[in-house]
Structures are given as structure tokens and as C-alpha cells.
């Protein structure tokens, strides 16, 4: 069964750190674009961060804070994320498509095969 398995969120204080893993089973993420999404309440789903062949992405409002990385050997993507703001909580979700739906300065939702059912990720004091 193909499946990614999102974790890592939780509650943290304004300027804390998160890092959320995306874990597949069922197929490798060596040759997949992974993307991270998020949807906070009452908003559209907006794309945060992606990976694919060496490119990485983020969305402007995450730069210099968010971090994405690759371990081929472990099968999973990692968006570590720092400086958290009040305005960063919503559902994460991670999501796999074919390498070109990701590059340096886009990533494509409408390409993504595979999602993951998310991980609630709350910024507050």
C-alpha cells in the first residue's frame, strides 16, 4: 500500500521550532518531487515548501525560516521549521508527484499523486 505518514506537529510558543517528517512506505521518494502544504481554518489549502532533483522551494512567507531536506536512506522529507508566528498554524500535509511539479520557484498541487492526512501544527502562547 502507498501511504505517506506526515508527524512531528504539536503546540509551540511564538518563535519556538517544529520539525515535521514525512515517512513513505510502499515506494521511495528518491525520484519524487515531496511537497508540504498547509490549510489553516476557514482558508485555502496554500503550498509552503517543496524538494525534487537538488531544487528546493519555499513560499515567501516561510523564507529564512523553514527548512526542507531529503534522507534517501531513512525514506523520508523533513520541513524543519523555525521563528514559528501565530499565523503558521494550519493542517500540514505532505504530498508526492513526479519531479517537474517542483523547481526553484514554483510548486504545482495539481501534480501530486500522493497526500498524507496531515499533522496540526499550533503556534500560540
Known amino acids: 500500500q502507498l501511504q505517506l505518514v506526515e508527524s512531528g506537529g504539536g503546540l509551540v510558543q511564538p518563535g519556538g521550532s517544529l520539525r515535521l517528517s514525512c515517512a513513505a512506505s510502499?515506494?521511495?521518494?528518491?525520484?519524487?518531487?515531496i511537497g508540504w502544504f498547509r490549510q489553516a481554518p476557514g482558508k485555502e489549502r496554500e503550498g509552503v515548501s517543496c524538494?525534487?532533483?537538488?531544487?528546493?522551494y519555499y513560499v515567501d512567507s516561510v523564507k529564512g525560516r523553514f527548512t526542507i531536506s531529503r534522507d534517501n536512506a531513512k525514506n523520508t522529507v523533513t520541513l524543519q521549521m523555525n521563528s514559528l508566528k501565530p499565523e503558521d498554524t494550519a493542517v500540514y500535509y505532505c504530498a508526492a508527484a513526479p519531479p517537474r511539479y517542483c523547481g526553484s520557484h514554483y510548486l504545482l498541487s495539481s501534480g501530486m499523486d500522493y497526500w498524507g492526512k496531515g499533522t496540526l501544527v499550533t503556534v500560540s502562547s
Open positions: 524538494i525534487s532533483d537538488g531544487s528546493t
Open positions: 510502499g515506494f521511495t521518494l528518491d525520484y519524487q518531487a
